[in-house]
């Protein structure tokens, strides 16, 4: 499984992106959250990847945070979504408002999302429901989840693994700046 890449932006054309990695091309498609926060062409990029195989095609699907990787996981595990529909509802909804739509039972908000009916939003709201926790932005703030996300993705950009990254990311204050955090979160890594 590929489960990330680095490389430099290529190409893009909502909701797919190529990323160059050494001469290699792969096309990703990624929310459009994801997708507004990419380096312009030329620029380069970390994706976390989730790799879909099916009989006829395997796709990349790739998200800059590790809470829209395990939602989108989380959502694909659900009887009746399908990849194109996780990546619809992550298009639509931010991992923080989806999980407060879980967490106060709010299918209004599912609905508001293309290609999502009334059924499926309930259904959506009852098989997440204990699955999208703290974890997923409800009790932090956007700008503390997104700080977190890029001192996360430095690590990773250093060569550290995902688990020694959110170890050390975990250990950070909430309202700590990317460039401390990160000078913090190495000094942690070094003992």
Excluded: W
């Excluded at 096309?27 to 006829?56: I, K």
């Excluded at 059924?119 to 932090?140: I, Q």
């Excluded at 050390?168 to 990317?178: E, I």
Aim: aromatic share 4%; hydrophobic share 45%; with cysteine.
């Amino acid at each position: 499984m590929i489960g990330r890449l680095t490389g430099i932006v290529a190409a893009k054309a909502p909701p797919q992106v190529l990323v160059d990695v050494q001469g290699v091309g792969y096309e990703v498609d990624v929310p459009m959250s994801t997708f507004c926060a990419l380096p312009p062409t030329g620029g380069a990029v970390t994706l976390l990847t989730h790799q879909v195989v099916r009989e006829d095609a395997h796709v990349l699907f790739g998200f800059l945070s590790h809470e829209e990787r395990e939602a989108f996981r989380q959502l694909i595990k659900i009887s009746g979504v399908g990849p194109r529909t996780a990546l619809s509802l992550l298009s639509g909804l931010s991992v923080a408002e989806l999980s407060a739509a879980v967490a106060q039972q709010q299918p209004g908000r599912l609905v508001k999302v293309p290609g999502i009916g009334k059924k499926t939003a309930e259904r959506l709201l009852l098989e997440l429901k204990g699955k999208l926790g703290d974890g997923f932005g409800t009790s932090v703030g956007t700008n503390t989840v997104g700080t977190h996300a890029d001192i996360n993705q430095a690590l990773l950009a250093l060569g550290y693994s995902e688990r020694e990254a959110e170890a050390a990311t975990k250990a950070l204050p909430a309202d700590v700046a990317v460039s401390e955090g990160i000078r913090l979160a190495l000094k942690a890594l070094s003992r």
